[in-house]
């Protein structure tokens, strides 16, 4: 579709800002970029120029900044015009209709990227990343989609596809040319050769452990009986008012979420509705609501108001709970009445705080972050992180060399584990390119915002 059309979009978030930037890509531009800025000649490539705009009736819709791309230096591959325009949304749309009358067509979500993709600007793992990198809300995550886009995991896949390119032709050597002088069939080069492409491809399926917490980041829910502070300690972790803190009983009836990056994590903290017997009806879905949210958290801080008794959880949440995946704070002990409260859920770690006046806060931070760390591993500097499309391709190709090296172990035939190693080898391929379909393009592409 891109050589047929070329496609317009804005590239930045909808709504007043100070600029908003309008991206043009296909064979249209050079032509239309000439008549909408009153150019007689090309202007020079990744150069901004101050310039009107003016649309089909020549009225001047916008004094804006714009840059040309050349098909073999732009982002997409083909022939690009970015505009810089005062970023109102209004200004942007006319803008919009003027190049779509003009004959421009407005871009799907992804389609520049794709269009990079097809025009053979990256290959398919490093369109991926674009997106990656646009979504990371985490340092870490951040750090993963840079090594990503930089061709990272195109690097892993060439150390595999290399050597098993080696190995078919190998074998198929000896399926093509059985007369030949070949010399005679030892199979134990290439089987071992097919033990280290497997173990490759094991580490590589490994690395997508990391790619849940990366991507979708990490739950944490506050637990506790109502008043226990559990308000006050989310608003003390996120340093802002943002729960109502009351010394009613059961004012956070539902839940509240807040996303922080935290020990570079993206943490999403969720204070729940207090857990406890009884209460109003409203109160009750509101527990209901919270127990349900503690089912998916990956990690939970227990909070318990220590002037009063013990909270009687539900045995099943107390269950949930174990020292891998819970703290206890043991909160307002800046009151005279603060017991100890050792005693309760003794499996589990605790630390003492204020909610309300800081005390211990660092300290429970810090036994938060070694928790998560040990909890949630997280990729060293040098990993690449695969997606669950890239794991499902490596286990398919897994499947296959495996199917392959018992082929080869029986001594039988090089033909059939020739035709496992091809299988392996394509899906192992429609990692970084050739992908067969359209659908798995319009699938990748799908997530995409629009004007990427
Ligand atoms: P939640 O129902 O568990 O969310 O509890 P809140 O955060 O709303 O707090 C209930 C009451 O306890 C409020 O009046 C808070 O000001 C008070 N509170 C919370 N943490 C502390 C603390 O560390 N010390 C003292 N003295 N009061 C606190």
Known sequence: MSEKHTITALATPVGESAVALVRVSGALVPQIMQEIFGRKSLPKPRQAYL???????????????????????????????????????????????DLQARGCRPAEPGEFTRTAFLNQRMDLSQAEAVMELIQAKSEKALAVAQRHLRGGLGENIRTIKEPLIRLCAHLEAYIDFPEEDLPEENQEGPKRELRKILNSIGRLIETNRYHEALSQGVRLAILGAPNAGKSSLLNAILNKERAIVSDTPGTTRDFIAERITFGGLDLEIIDTAGIRDGGSEIERIGMEHSLKVAENADFYILVIDTTENPPDLPKNLIEKLTPANCLIAENKIDLQESKNFTEYIPKLSRKRISALCGKGLDELKAGLQEKLEALIELPDEETVVINTRHRILLEEGQKHLIEGQKHLAKD?????????????????????GTVDTEEVLDEIFSSFCIGK
Do not use: M, W
């Not at 039988?412 to 970084?432: Q, W």
């Open 51 to 97: 310039g009107n705009y003016r649309n089909l009736e020549n009225v001047v819709l916008d004094q804006a900044l714009y840059t040309y791309f050349e098909k073999d230096g732009s982002f997409t591959g083909d022939s690009t015009l970015e505009i810089a325009c005062h970023g109102n949304p209004l200004i942007a749309k006319k803008i919009l209709d």
């Open 412 to 432: 039988g035939p090089a033909e059939l584990a020739a035709i496992d190693l091809r299988v392996a080898l394509e899906k192992i391929s429609s990692i970084t």
